[in-house]
């Protein structure tokens, strides 16, 4: 059975060409007016995405009661979130500092931040993970990519660094400030340029 479709919207299309323009247009020198057109527009978006973002606060609010209400699987970790969310958000919003008062700094530093602290260091060991996978010397281009590792990694740890010549150092911050950092953000402008154009392709009915 054949699929339906795809209607184009050209309502979004036009309003995210529209968008486009003003944007360069703001960022042309000899176009003055469409700066203050396209900082009204920032400032409109910035409110837009604080209306979103409190509407799915209170979406998952809503799922996570009505979990607890029917006793769902897992509700006692629904009432666990509602209860900080609510806990949270009564400490900000009664509190004169608002995002400042001493029980949200509390929570940030004592349980936010260390949280992140963990979550960012399980990275070394994916990285690590990684790295046993793909720089290997058997596989192709692996002695080259392992070779690049050593040389970076070495070259920027103190201990080695105090055994290299002069100028090492130096050599290996070129190389990533230089060639390194231009590949990254050819990467960066490639993916970025790719999610534009599978966005207008989807907008335009044509998956």
């Not at 699929?3 to 360069?24: G, H, K």
């Not at 176009?31 to 799915?56: D, E």
């Not at 809503?62 to 009564?90: E, N, T």
């Not at 990467?187 to 009915?205: D, E, I, P, Q, T």
């Amino acid at each position: 059975m054949a699929s339906p479709p795809v209607r184009t919207n050209w309502l979004f299309v036009i309003l995210l060409v529209a968008a486009l323009a003003f944007v360069v247009l703001g960022r042309l020198p000899g176009w003055p007016g469409f700066s203050t057109v396209t900082r009204t527009g920032y400032t409109w978006a910035i409110l837009l995405g604080g209306v979103a973002l409190l509407l799915g606060v209170v979406n998952v609010l809503w799922l996570h009661i009505r979990r607890i209400a029917l006793g769902q699987r897992d509700w006692g970790l629904s009432l666990v979130l509602v209860a900080v969310l609510v806990a949270v958000a009564s400490s900000g919003l009664l509190s004169p500092a608002g995002a400042a008062s001493p029980l949200l700094e509390w929570i940030f530093d004592a349980v936010i931040a260390p949280g992140q602290a963990a979550l960012f260091a399980l990275l070394v060991f994916f990285m690590a993970a990684a790295a046993f996978q793909y720089l290997r010397i058997g596989r192709r281009g692996g002695a080259w990519l392992l070779a690049g590792f050593l040389v970076i990694l070495a070259a920027q740890t103190p201990f080695v660094t105090a055994w290299l010549p002069p100028g090492s150092a130096d050599a290996a911050n070129w190389f990533l400030n230089a060639p390194v950092m231009a590949a990254l953000r050819g990467v960066l402008l490639g993916g970025s340029l790719a999610l534009l154009v599978v966005g207008l392709r989807l907008l335009l009915g044509r998956p």
